[in-house]
């Protein structure tokens, strides 16, 4: 009857890494390395900081950016997209990232008149929009690698927003909630 008792784990041994330590050790490795590559590669914590993007995120709010999202396709009207600060290998700050819905296409022509927002000299309907504003801007065309981006706060100045056109290779990633 001590055999049976010396064979069993110690309860502080099952509590800590369970009956069988050799699986519980796998279990935690590919657990690490699947966090890691997650983590690393496919998503991007990010925590929002600022007020361009009111109603709809809050400053403070952590999203993930899916860097996947655009293997198979492009970027389409309404995303909303991480857009890297610098060029890739840059010398400016690489953590910088702007959060901003895409509203202009490659090609497109974008501008302001009344507050609203025009694609190609039609009226965009972006219903994301709460807040009211009197932007004017003339028509900026889009490049063929180009995405226009703008925040969903259009009650700041138009001066003070930041937007305007980003190169493909500057959008990181879509919000993923």
């Not at 389409?76 to 901003?100: C, F, H, T, W």
Request: charged letters at 20%; aromatic letters at 10%; a positive charge.
């Amino acid at each position: 009857m001590q055999n049976a008792n010396e064979s069993r784990p110690h309860w502080l041994q099952v509590l800590t890494i369970g009956r069988r330590p050799k699986t519980t050790l796998i279990r935690i490795a590919v657990l690490v390395v699947t966090c890691f590559v997650t983590f690393k590669f496919v998503l991007l914590p990010i925590r929002i900081d600022g007020i361009s993007m009111l109603p709809t995120y809050h400053t403070g709010q952590i999203n993930c950016i899916n860097r996947l999202a655009y293997l198979r396709h492009e970027p389409q009207r309404g995303d909303i997209v991480s857009v890297r600060l610098s060029e890739p290998g840059g010398l400016a700050n690489p953590s910088i990232l702007y959060m901003k819905r895409i509203i202009g296409l490659p090609g497109e022509t974008v501008a302001f008149h009344g507050g609203r927002a025009f694609i190609n000299g039609e009226p965009l309907d972006e219903p994301y929009v709460k807040f009211s504003c009197d932007w004017e801007h003339a028509p900026i065309v889009c490049g063929p690698d180009q995405y226009y981006v703008v925040g969903d706060n259009r009650s700041m100045p138009f001066d003070f927003h930041t937007q305007g056109r980003a190169e493909r290779n500057r959008i990181v990633g879509k919000l993923l909630l």
